[in-house]
């Protein structure tokens, strides 16, 4: 591991901690996406810029008119709703499949999933979700500046190289990503599965290399991510036991599980995968599970079990949608010689 990865492994600990301690310190509602923005504009991307921050922006931007807007105006009318939810993700990930404006079409599609899914549920209020994803968005890009000046980059980074995709790749991804998130969507908007965010996130992430090729391993390494991060959570509540409403020792426990698993996440290459995965979940099981009277063991085990599930049945989907798209020319996934 280079000096360059130990730094970053050093911003995406201390700046998801330092998220998660501002929002329960303020007793802000929905804690959990204070801390998983930081984490992923820390862990998906080694560097902040303006074109990053733009990006970062303009996705929240974009989320916030289109579930004020349309979900206001259509959110009552299922078969409309999902074809506009549909456009939506197929313009996304046309974007990330392209290449410069990958993390626009990666934030737009995660966040548009979950808040569209909480806002599914009649004693959640849909302003104070808005509300707070831009909060978190605004403080996701401080704590990610912040963080950069403290620990800069020791040397300057090589730029990653750009894959030229022929236009039926594109189509290919583009439709492959789209389908199987559209019924994502469908499926948390008519289940009650408020527990199952990190299964919700599992489902998009593994999207994230766009085909077949790259979603089977993904989907490994995320079920064996998060059952590293869920063990490490059950021992960490042990560990804290009654002490767990300590904020301070809290904020530590975090650091440091975020730290290990930073580290797994830099010698997977910084891509989303295991690390990445175990850092997703260790972040929600504190942000949302990790109370003195709360069962985080029945919590760790219903995420594992449910984001297994969750993962087998996206990867079957996957690999139909693959074969599907793959008998005809116009978006067949091209084989690098």
């Known amino acids: 591991m280079s000096q360059n990865d130990l730094r970053q492994c050093l911003r995406i600990a201390f700046g998801t901690a330092l998220g998660f301690f501002i929002s329960k310190w303020m007793g802000w509602q929905n804690g ?5 923005t930081p984490a992923l504009l820390l862990g ?7 074109h990053i921050i733009l990006q970062f922006i303009g996705s929240t931007l974009v989320v916030t008119v289109f579930v004020a807007v349309v979900y206001g105006i259509f959110g009552h009318h299922p078969v409309p709703m999902t074809l506009l939810v549909a456009g939506l993700f197929a313009l996304m990930f046309r974007e ?20 569209l899914h909480f806002a599914s549920y009649a004693d959640i209020s849909i302003d104070d979700l808005l509300m707070t994803n831009g909060v978190a968005t605004f403080l996701a890009i401080g704590i990610g500046l912040l963080m950069h000046t403290v620990f800069p980059d020791v040397e300057p980074r090589a730029a990653r190289p750009q894959t030229e995709k022929s236009h039926s790749a594109i189509r290919h991804e583009t439709l492959l990503s789209t389908m199987i998130a559209t019924l994502s969507f469908v499926v948390f908007q008519c289940l009650d599965l408020r527990d199952s965010l990190s299964a919700q996130l599992a489902t998009l992430l593994i999207l994230f290399p766009m085909n077949w090729r790259g979603a089977a391993p993904a989907g490994w390494n995320r079920a064996l991510g998060t059952l590293l991060g869920c063990n490490l959570g059950l021992i960490i509540q042990l560990v804290l036991m009654n002490y767990s409403n300590q904020l301070v020792f809290v904020a530590f426990a975090l650091w440091l ?9 830099m010698l997977e290459g910084g ?4 690390g990445f995965s175990a850092i997703t979940t260790v972040i929600v099981l504190f942000a949302q599970y990790l109370a003195p009277d709360h069962d985080m063991v029945y919590s760790a085990l219903y995420r594992f079990s449910s984001l297994s599930v969750a993962v087998l049945i996206t990867l079957c989907l996957i690999y139909l949608m693959h074969l599907s798209l793959n008998r005809f020319h116009s978006t067949k996934l091209e084989t690098p010689a």
């Open 96 to 115: 990330m499949s392209k290449g410069p404006l990958f993390l626009f079409g990666a934030m737009g599609v995660v966040n548009t999933s979950i808040t």
């Open 32 to 36: 959990v996406f204070f801390s998983i």
């Open 44 to 50: 998906l991307v080694p560097i902040i810029n303006r």
């Open 271 to 274: 891509v989303s995968a295991g």
């Open 257 to 265: 599980s975020l730290m290990l698993f930073a580290r797994y996440h």
